[in-house]
Each structure stands twice: as C-alpha cells, then as structure tokens.
C-alpha cells in the first residue's frame, strides 16, 4: 500500500483572497509526504473552480500550468459546495488511490493529512476529520453549526459529530460513493452509508485565512432541510403524531359540546369552534407542507440530471 498517489481535493468558490496561501501551504504539505515517501511522486492537488466570479479560476489555471502537482477543474457554473466536491473526486478517482477533500479557506489543519494517510496504510478506506473545538468561529457560527447537528441527529440522519467534508477517502470508497446517484447531495450523511472501515482523526478548528464564508444562514438551513429529506422519513412520522394529538383534542371539545348541550347553553361554544377551525386548518398547512418537501425530492431525483458540467481539465 506504499506510495499511493493521493489527491487533495479542493472545492472554491470566490476564493482569490486565500488561494495563494493555501496554495503555498497545501504544496509545502504535500513536498513533505513525497519526501518521507508517505505518499507517491505522482500525487497533486486538484482545484475545483465552482462557477467563481472574481479571479479565482486565473490564479488555478497559472498555478496548473507552472506545476505538475497541482491540477484545475473548472465546472461551467455554481454547482454549490457539495456538487462541486463530488466534480472533484469523481474526476481524482481516475488516477488517484486516495483522495483527501478539504475546504479552501484552510479552517481545518492541514497537518491532520499525513495522519488520516497514515491511518490509509494502516488499512482504513474512510478516515473523518473531526473537530476538537471550535473556539475560533464566531459565536454566531459556532450556535448555528451546533443545532444544525443538533437538529440532524434529532431528525434521525446518522452523520459524524463535528466533522464538515474534511476527510480521506481511498478509491474504491469514492467507486462507490459514485455509486448514488442522488441529486440532493449530503455527503456527511451519505459516507456512513458505504460501509468500509473509518477511523476519525482530531484536531482543531482554525480561523479563515482571508476572505469571507461562503456559506450564510440561508444556504445553511437550506442544507439542513436537503441533509433532512434526504436521509429521513421523521418528519412524515411526525405529522403521524401530530394527527393523534388532533384526535386527542377533537375528543375534548367533543365532550365539552356535549356537557354544554346537556347543561342547555348550546350556542356559546361558537368561540372554541372558530378557534379549532383555524388551528386545525394552520396544521393541516403545514403537514401539506411537509408532504410537498418530499414530493419536490421524488420531483428532482426523477429527473436524473446531471450534477455538473466540466468547461475544462488541466493537468
Ligand atoms: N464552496 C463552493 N461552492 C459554493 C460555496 C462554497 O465550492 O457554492 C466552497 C468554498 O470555496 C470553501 C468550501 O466550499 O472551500 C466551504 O465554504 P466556507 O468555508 O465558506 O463555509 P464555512 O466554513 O463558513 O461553513
Ligand atoms: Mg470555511
């Protein structure tokens, strides 16, 4: 299992501020485990350009071009964070043995990589990357993050605590990875699924290098309702539940109804019976609601398109 040729795979969007420390850093990493013959002469680093619009695809292409070990990906336009990673490894597997997915902004510690490597040769196909702590993010990320896997856990999806897309993966894992053809890509839920056996490595979450993060509160809680439906039926339980509780008071008014015939004062329960129409009518919406999540999934995954288009390919 020597010298393995591995591909460090990075996905960037508007990422010019910190390409050229990453570059450098990534580079400087990557000399150090050619050197100690932990990985093979022929690994490289592969940068995945997600329909950027400043110059990040320029400074890609001239770092391509000056460097047989770092290579360029250009998809002709924003795929998002998780296509974008997909584009990357689903092209590294050609020829690579071992990928390493990492962000741009360099938040997680690169030096970890010679350790989940290691770990590789030991014999693990799947190696997470997990965060120790995350004093470093603000605050407001840092509360976000911790109920997005608050909410994922208690939404039944099984994906690793603290641990983002910073993770080894050898290339028969990436086969089969490759394997589900889902549109909706979570890939922190979707890995747990193939099997294989993982190993977790430790360590801690740095500051972004430069420019800002890619990812605000919108496109957060819209990848926690796509992790949801994607690896979930929960939510359909829960209108389940629901329901009951609807019964439930159903009965109660009922027999408030009949008590209040009984004691001949029939007409007042005119304000319970409002109340109940419009309550009943907002649930009834919102269950709806749930129902249309799914259907817009099946709507999606039945169109089996294509996750991304390559523009070009520079070795
Ligand atoms: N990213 C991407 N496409 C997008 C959004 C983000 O390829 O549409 C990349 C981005 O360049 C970075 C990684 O995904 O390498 C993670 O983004 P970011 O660091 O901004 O997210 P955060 O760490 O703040 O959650
Ligand atoms: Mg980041």
């Known amino acids: 299992m020597e010298n393995s040729i591995l591909a460090i795979v990075v996905p960037c969007y508007n990422e010019e501020e910190v390409l050229p420390q990453t570059n450098q850093q990534l580079r400087a990493l990557l000399d150090g485990m050619m050197r100690e013959r932990l990985v093979g002469e022929g690994s490289y680093i592969l940068y995945v350009n997600d329909g950027s619009r400043d110059r990040t695809w320029e400074i890609i292409a001239s770092y391509a071009e000056a460097d047989a070990h770092v290579r360029g990906l250009k998809l002709a336009g924003n795929v998002g964070h998780q296509n974008a990673l997909m584009a990357g490894l689903d092209t590294a597997r050609l020829d690579a043995d071992v990928t390493v997915s990492i962000d741009a902004d360099l938040q997680d510690d690169i030096n970890?990589?010679?350790?989940?490597?290691?770990?590789?040769?030991?014999g693990c196909d799947i190696v997470y990357g997990v965060r120790r702590k995350r004093t470093t993010d603000t605050f407001f990320k840092r509360t976000t993050a911790q109920m997005f896997y608050k909410f994922m856990t208690s939404m039944g999806v099984k994906s690793v605590y603290n641990?983002?897309?910073?993770?080894?993966?050898?290339?028969?894992?990436?086969?089969?990875?490759?394997?589900?053809?889902?549109?909706?890509?979570?890939?922190?839920?979707?890995?747990?699924?193939?099997?294989?056996?993982?190993?977790?490595?430790?360590?801690?979450?740095?500051?972004?290098?430069?420019?800002?993060?890619?990812?605000?509160?919108?496109?957060?809680?819209?990848?926690?309702?796509?992790?949801?439906?994607?690896?979930?039926?929960?939510?359909?339980?829960?209108?389940?539940?629901?329901?009951?509780?609807f019964l439930l008071i159903s009965l109660g008014i009922l027999a408030y109804v009949i008590v209040a015939l009984c004691q001949g004062r029939g007409v007042q329960g005119w304000a319970s019976l409002m109340l109940?129409?419009?309550?009943?009518?907002?649930?009834?919406?919102?269950?709806?609601?749930?129902?249309?999540?799914?259907?817009?999934?099946?709507?999606?995954?039945?169109?089996?398109?294509?996750?991304?288009?390559?523009?070009?390919?520079?070795?």
């Open 163 to 245: 641990h983002a897309d910073f993770r080894l993966m050898s290339r028969r894992a990436v086969d089969a990875l490759c394997q589900y053809e889902e549109r909706n890509l979570f890939l922190r839920g979707l890995v747990p699924l193939l099997g294989y056996k993982t190993d977790k490595v430790y360590y801690d979450r740095l500051e972004r290098q430069a420019g800002e993060s890619k990812y605000p509160l919108s496109k957060m809680l819209s990848f926690a309702i796509d992790g949801v439906t994607s690896f979930s039926v929960k939510p359909l339980r829960l209108i389940f539940i629901l329901g009951m509780c």
């Open 112 to 122: 970890a990589i010679p350790e989940m490597v290691k770990k590789f040769n030991e």
């Open 276 to 315: 109940s129409i419009w309550f009943v009518g907002g649930c009834v919406l919102i269950c709806l609601s749930i129902i249309a999540a799914y259907i817009g999934r099946i709507y999606t995954e039945d169109k089996h398109r294509p996750r991304y288009n390559i523009e070009k390919y520079l070795k």
